[in-house]
């Protein structure tokens, strides 16, 4: 099985969904991209991320590109908020989803106030995908 979680910059979402994929079940083969990938991870994602015992600070920032030619069972792509549209990916794929989540870089406030929009996203995340693996890969 291989997933590919895509957004615009890959520094975020699609980052988080790939560890709580790849926490669920390591034998599922997942990576993440973006058509406009920043090249880093967001650093409140590693860090919310880390506080529920997921490492993603090893992922990489990676551009569309580099997975065109492969062939997926999914790709899933993450892009919410209504500042950014969702890409296209047009390599081959057995089945295409979106699930769209609000992007918590654009928080601002207090550093209280912004910790918990990454919170909020990466529960929303861990909930969304959780029932996205057992009703289609879990139990397949």
Not at 90 to 109: E, M, N, Q, W
Request: charged share 25%.
């Amino acid at each position: 099985m291989k997933i590919l979680i895509l957004c615009t910059g890959n520094s975020c979402r699609s980052q988080m969904a790939h560890g709580f994929l790849q926490s669920f079940d390591d034998s599922i083969i997942v990576c993440s991209a973006g058509t406009q990938a920043t090249g880093k991870l967001n650093q409140q994602a590693v860090a919310a991320m880390k506080e529920i015992g997921i490492d993603i600070s090893h992922h990489t920032s990676d551009p569309v590109e580099k997975y065109l030619d492969e062939e997926w069972d999914y790709v899933i792509t993450v892009c919410g908020g209504a500042n950014e549209a969702c890409p296209a990916f047009l390599g081959k794929v057995k089945h295409r989803l979106h699930i769209g989540f609000d992007d918590p870089s654009y928080a601002t406030g207090s550093d209280a106030f912004v910790r918990s929009e990454f919170r909020r996203v990466r529960d929303e995340i861990k909930e969304r995908f959780y029932q996205f693996y057992i009703e289609n890969i879990k139990n397949r």
